[in-house]
């Protein structure tokens, strides 16, 4: 993929944490890039370094105990883990913005949410008077569907519903107009319906401004709706990446395929059956076991899966599974 086409370009990244059981790899060398225009969506089970992995990216882990450890983190060609603090305040909001899990956790409490939102024009363009402030913020909000923006301004974030305190977060990372969105569980807290009008908002507003979104999910539903391509986590690692077609038509590695087997049937054929899950569970970070990590939950694995750690080959064009079983058949 040419330089022109990836606004952002992972390589190789390591994120560790020093614990009192040892040293834990939440992000053990992941490479992945992020198309222009398009939505990449990140996957796997809680625990797995998907939060990380988005933290890493926006400078948010935790010095001590965390640590970028190494690899690159490459926006637009430019390194991100070796900018310093205040050069990181320049990119984070403007260039790249977050949506956290949780709105409620994330919104200040004692801020009207016209302040929050507008406190990010504050600081990237600090010309703006508070009249366009107050204007721009209002548009905003209008733009993802709060109703009476000109109210709201005014409120405070307990006296909005789940659903519009995710909107004034769209609306808060998306107010100067970022290159790289990254939206790290954004419909998690919220029930369905409003999950499907958030998502839908999200998307609407990717294709009208041309932002680059990173998706982080455990929702292969979500991800086949919204997601270009699709990289799939198990344990620090990413063990299948592809676009989302090859993830879903054409599965290669025994996780992913455990993962889509995991998917309710909506069909309507009225048969109860029990619903599919992987036997085992997410080995210990701390406590990794040796060869290919999720060879204890295999059913497939060989001797080999135990001793060797497989590396990511391709199966296909721009597909690549990280298995012992698939590298032997290329």
């Not at 009192?20 to 992945?32: C, M, N, T």
């Not at 974030?157 to 609306?171: C, D, K, N, T």
């Not at 009208?208 to 999910?217: A, C, E, N, V, W």
Request: net charge positive; proline share 6%.
């Amino acid at each position: 993929m040419s330089a022109q086409e990836t606004i952002l370009d992972v390589k190789n990244l390591r994120t560790l944490f020093l614990t009192r059981k040892g040293i834990v790899p939440a992000v053990d060398g992941i490479s992945f890039s992020v198309r222009k225009g398009k939505v990449t969506g990140l996957v796997g089970e809680s625990g797995c370094g998907k939060s990380v992995t988005s933290l890493s990216i926006m400078g948010l882990i935790p010095q001590p105990p965390g640590k970028i450890a190494g690899g690159e983190i490459l926006f637009e060609g430019r390194d991100l883990s070796k900018l310093s603090y205040k050069e990181m305040c320049r990119v984070r909001g403007k260039d790249i913005s977050m949506i956290f899990q949780e709105p409620m956790t994330s919104l200040n409490p004692v801020k009207t949410v016209g302040y929050q939102v507008g406190e990010v024009l504050r600081i990237h363009q600090r010309n703006v008077a508070d009249a366009e402030v107050r204007r721009r913020v209002v548009e905003m909000l209008d733009l993802v569907g709060i109703p009476e923006p000109e109210s709201r301004v005014r409120a405070f974030p307990h006296q909005l519903s789940g659903g519009l305190r995710q909107r004034v977060m769209i609306a808060m990372a998306l107010i100067c107009d970022p290159k790289l969105l990254v939206a790290d569980e954004p419909t998690t807290a919220l029930d369905v319906t409003i999950q499907a009008q958030v998502l839908k908002l999200m998307m609407d507003l990717q294709r009208r401004i041309g932002t680059s979104i990173i998706l982080i999910t455990h929702d292969l539903g979500v991800v086949a709706e919204t997601c270009d391509d699709v990289n799939v986590m198990y344990a620090g690692s990413i063990v299948e990446q592809g676009d989302v077609f090859n993830i879903f038509r054409n599965p290669s590695h025994p996780y992913t395929r455990g993962l889509l087997r995991s998917i309710p049937d909506t069909g309507g054929t009225g048969r109860k059956e029990r619903l599919f899950s992987i036997d085992g569970m997410v080995p210990s970070l701390t406590d990794l076991p040796p060869g290919c990590r999720f060879a204890p939950r295999c059913t497939q694995a060989r001797e080999s899966c135990f001793k060797e750690m497989p590396e990511l080959v391709p199966v296909g064009e721009g597909h690549f599974v990280r298995c012992n079983r698939a590298r032997e058949a290329c």
